[in-house]
């Protein structure tokens, strides 16, 4: 597969520093907001508010990123872009575990009915683990020493599993306007970081462009169902249910 040069790659990134940092720091802080916000938003709902399979796809890719410790600092590609996308990836990569967590917790009725939690619990960590082994064949099979071309085709996945999520639940739980916010703002960023600022012709190509205009049209699109759904603002809007209790409490 025809892809990146590396090396190439990085001193571009190096040439146009101050985009990147820039462009890409925006990109990075609302990533922040929609891992941390699903997080809180599961929590809140209590329910699971990543679709399985995105969990599961997304936990062993960003765990990944980390175990290469190495190859950041002080290995082959010691440079500062990758070791501060490493220090973000600590972020996200909590938030999958917190995901995965709340997928056994509050999952079991939705995902394993009828099973008992014991059963819920090692079916989750089953397809935890198949994510693992399936993400090691996809990154064998992939030209991709940087996770450039897989940090963009896992965010495009991201539009899907919310539309997953809004279709298993009509009234939005585990969702917020907040989260896919940060979502589209993440997506718009970064494409246009990894387009203009990237180098080389593989991110000016059509396969490549084409996804990133697909993440951004998708997250918008998103951001127009979840607002049909009635989905809150954001996790600090009491939930219907604690709304409820507050009622009764007062009467």
Same mark, same amino acid.
């Given at each position: /597969?025809?892809?990146?040069?590396?090396?190439?790659?990085?001193?571009?990134?190096?040439?146009?520093?101050?985009?990147?940092?820039?462009?890409?720091?925006? +990109?990075?802080?609302?990533?922040?907001?929609?891992?941390?916000?699903?997080?809180?938003?599961?929590?809140?709902?209590?329910?699971?508010?990543?679709?399985?399979?995105?969990?599961?796809?997304? %936990?062993?890719?960003?765990?990944?990123?980390?175990?290469?410790?190495?190859?950041?600092?002080?290995?082959?590609?010691?440079?500062?872009?990758?070791?501060?996308?490493?220090?973000?990836?600590?972020?996200?990569?909590?938030?999958?575990?917190?995901?995965?967590?709340?997928?056994?917790?509050?999952?079991?009725?939705?995902?394993?009915?009828?099973?008992?939690?014991?059963?819920?619990?090692?079916?989750?960590?089953?397809? /935890?683990?198949?994510?693992?082994?399936? %993400?090691?064949?996809?990154?064998?099979?992939?030209?991709?020493?940087?996770?450039?071309?897989?940090?963009?085709?896992?965010?495009?996945?991201?539009?899907?599993?919310?539309?997953?999520?809004?279709?298993?639940?009509?009234?939005?739980?585990?969702? +917020?306007?907040?989260?896919?916010?940060?979502?589209?703002?993440?997506?718009?960023?970064?494409?246009?970081?990894?387009?203009?600022?990237?180098?080389?012709?593989?991110?000016?190509? %059509?396969?490549?462009?084409?996804?990133?205009?697909? +993440?951004?049209?998708?997250?918008?699109?998103?951001?127009?169902?979840?607002?049909?759904?009635?989905?809150?603002?954001?996790?600090?809007?009491?939930?219907?249910?604690? +709304?409820?209790?507050?009622?009764?409490?007062?009467?």
């Amino acid at each position: /597969m025809n892809t990146y040069d590396p090396h190439a790659t990085l001193e571009a990134i190096s040439h146009n520093a101050v985009a990147v940092i820039g462009i890409g720091g925006i +990109s990075i802080v609302a990533m922040f907001v929609f891992f941390v916000e699903a997080a809180r938003m599961g929590r809140r709902d209590q329910v699971y508010p990543m679709a399985l399979w995105m969990t599961a796809l997304w %936990w062993p890719h960003d765990g990944s990123y980390l175990l290469h410790f190495g190859d950041w600092f002080g290995g082959r590609y010691d440079h500062w872009f990758m070791q501060l996308f490493w220090f973000a990836i600590i972020v996200t990569f909590l938030a999958e575990s917190v995901y995965a967590w709340q997928t056994i917790r509050y999952g079991r009725d939705e995902l394993s009915p009828g099973c008992s939690q014991r059963r819920h619990t090692v079916r989750i960590v089953g397809v /935890m683990a198949a994510g693992v082994i399936s %993400w090691a064949l996809v990154k064998g099979a992939l030209a991709d020493d940087l996770y450039l071309i897989s940090f963009m085709a896992t965010l495009l996945w991201g539009g899907p599993s919310g539309n997953a999520m809004l279709g298993r639940r009509p009234d939005g739980r585990g969702q +917020s306007m907040l989260e896919w916010a940060g979502y589209s703002v993440m997506a718009v960023c970064y494409s246009i970081t990894s387009i203009f600022f990237f180098g080389g012709a593989f991110f000016h190509s %059509w396969p490549y462009v084409g996804i990133c205009v697909a +993440s951004c049209v998708w997250s918008f699109v998103i951001i127009g169902d979840a607002k049909r759904a009635g989905v809150p603002l954001t996790s600090w809007h009491p939930s219907a249910r604690s +709304s409820r209790s507050e009622g009764l409490y007062h009467r």
